[in-house]
C-alpha cells in the first residue's frame, strides 16, 4: 500500500497570500495517478487537480499542482475567501487507492 | 453531466450488514471504475473498493473480508455490502467514479451511516 503524507497538518494564512501544500509518496508514484482534492465541511471531496499538474473542469488557474516521483505539491497562487477548506492528496496508479490525511487550510 | 445519489438506511446494528446504492444519472455504468469511499467524522477518507464496469472488482484489503460491490446495469446503479459491522464502519460513505486518468471526478452527495443498538 501507498502512503501518502501530507504536509503541514494545518496552514494559516491571510485572503490573497500564496498556499503552498505538500504531499509526499511512501513510494514513486507515475505522475499520471496523483490528484488533489478540496473538501469544504458537509460536501463532498471537489477535484482539483489530475495527474499532478492537470486542472480539472471550472477549476481556477491560481490552482496548480507540480511534482514527480514521491514529491508533489498544490499551490494556491492568492488565496480567496472560498478556498479555505480541507485539501487531500490521493493516487490512483496503484490499488488500494489512498488518501493523505489532509491540510486544513485555515484563515489566519 | 454525470450525477450519482447514495441510499440507503442510515443506521445499521452491529453485527449486522450494511446496505448501500448508488443511482446513476447522465451516464452509464457500463464503463468506468464505479466506487465507495468513506469518511469517519471529522476524519480522513478511505477507499473501499471498486466495480468495474465489466464486473471485475478491487476492494480494499482492510476490508476485503467483509465487502461486497455489485452492478445492476439495467437500472444503472451499483451497491455495497459491508457485513458483521461495528462502531468504527459508522461514516459518511460517498459513491464516486473515476474518469480516464482523472481520479474521482464525480461524487455522489454522500450518506450518513451510524453503526448503534
Known amino acids: 500500500e501507498i502512503v501518502l503524507t501530507q504536509s503541514p497538518g494545518t496552514l494559516s494564512l491571510s485572503p490573497g497570500e500564496r498556499a503552498t501544500l505538500s504531499c509526499r509518496a511512501s513510494?514513486?508514484?507515475?505522475?499520471?495517478?496523483l490528484a488533489w482534492y478540496q473538501q469544504k465541511p458537509g460536501q463532498a471531496p471537489r477535484l482539483l487537480i489530475y495527474?499532478?499538474?492537470t486542472r480539472a473542469t471550472g477549476i481556477p488557474d491560481r490552482f496548480s499542482g507540480s511534482g514527480s516521483g514521491t514529491d508533489f505539491t498544490l499551490t494556491v497562487s492568492r488565496l480567496e475567501p472560498e478556498d479555505f477548506a480541507v485539501y487531500y492528496c490521493?493516487?490512483?496508479?496503484?490499488?488500494?487507492?489512498?488518501f493523505g490525511q489532509g491540510t486544513k487550510l485555515e484563515i489566519k | 453531466q454525470v450525477q450519482l445519489q447514495e441510499s440507503g438506511p442510515g443506521l445499521v446494528k452491529p453485527s449486522e450488514t450494511l446496505s448501500l446504492t448508488c443511482t446513476v444519472s447522465?451516464?452509464?455504468?457500463?464503463?468506468?471504475?464505479w466506487s465507495w469511499i468513506r469518511q469517519p467524522p471529522g476524519k480522513g477518507l478511505e477507499w473501499i473498493g471498486y466495480?468495474?464496469?465489466?464486473?471485475?472488482?478491487n476492494y480494499n484489503p482492510s476490508l476485503k473480508s467483509r465487502v461486497t460491490i455489485s452492478a445492476d446495469t439495467s437500472k444503472n446503479q451499483f451497491s455495497l455490502k459491508l457485513t458483521s459491522v461495528t462502531a468504527a464502519d459508522t461514516a459518511v460513505y460517498y459513491c464516486?467514479?473515476?474518469?480516464?486518468?482523472?481520479?474521482?471526478?464525480?461524487w455522489g452527495q454522500g450518506t450518513l451511516v451510524t453503526v448503534s443498538s
Open positions: 464516486a467514479v473515476e474518469g480516464d486518468y482523472m481520479g474521482f471526478d464525480h
Open positions: 447522465g451516464g452509464s455504468i457500463s464503463s468506468y471504475y
Open positions: 466495480i468495474y464496469y465489466s464486473g471485475s472488482t
Open positions: 513510494q514513486s508514484l507515475s505522475s499520471r495517478y
Open positions: 495527474g499532478a499538474s
Open positions: 490521493q493516487q490512483y496508479g496503484s490499488a488500494p487507492y489512498t
